[in-house]
Nanobody, 128 residues
Framework: QVQLVESGGGLVQAGGSLRLSCAAS????????MGWFRQAPGKEREFVTA????????YYADFVKGRFTISRDNAKNTVNLQMNSLKPEDTAVYSC?????????????????????WGQGTQVTVSS
């Protein structure tokens, strides 16, 4: 049974930092892609970032470039999202997603439809 479990959410002041983690179990994603999406109240889910597991290639939404960094830990089968310079508009539920086999360019993985597995989400709240 595949599980993606996020951790690290919380409340932070604007300008602060948080580090989210997504631990994968049940199968390997060594040939796949893992991504992060977020959804704020009343808004649609939006893409944040993705990483190609084998190459480490990364792709970011424009609104997080230079502030967020995605990375993977092969030994722990975990993907991390370091979020710096947080803004109130970053407030959302952040969810990680995974697909076991990458069959397209990384930029194509900005769509939720590309992913097979999802975590339950973790709340990030940024106060002004």
């Amino acid at each position: 049974q595949v599980q993606l479990v996020e951790s690290g959410g919380g409340l932070v002041q604007a300008g602060g930092s948080l580090r989210l983690s997504c631990a994968a179990s049940g199968r390997t994603f060594s040939r796949g892609v893992m991504g992060w999406f977020r959804q704020a109240p009343g808004k649609e889910r939006e893409f944040v970032t993705a990483i190609m597991w084998d190459s480490g290639q990364t792709y970011y939404a424009d609104f997080v470039k230079g502030r967020f960094t995605i990375s993977r830990d092969n030994a722990k089968n975990t993907v991390n999202l370091q979020m710096n310079s947080l803004k109130p508009e970053d407030t959302a539920v952040y969810s990680c997603a995974a697909v076991t086999l990458a069959i397209a360019s990384l930029s194509d993985y900005d769509s939720p439809r590309r992913y097979n597995y999802w975590g339950q989400g973790t709340q990030v709240t940024v106060s002004s």
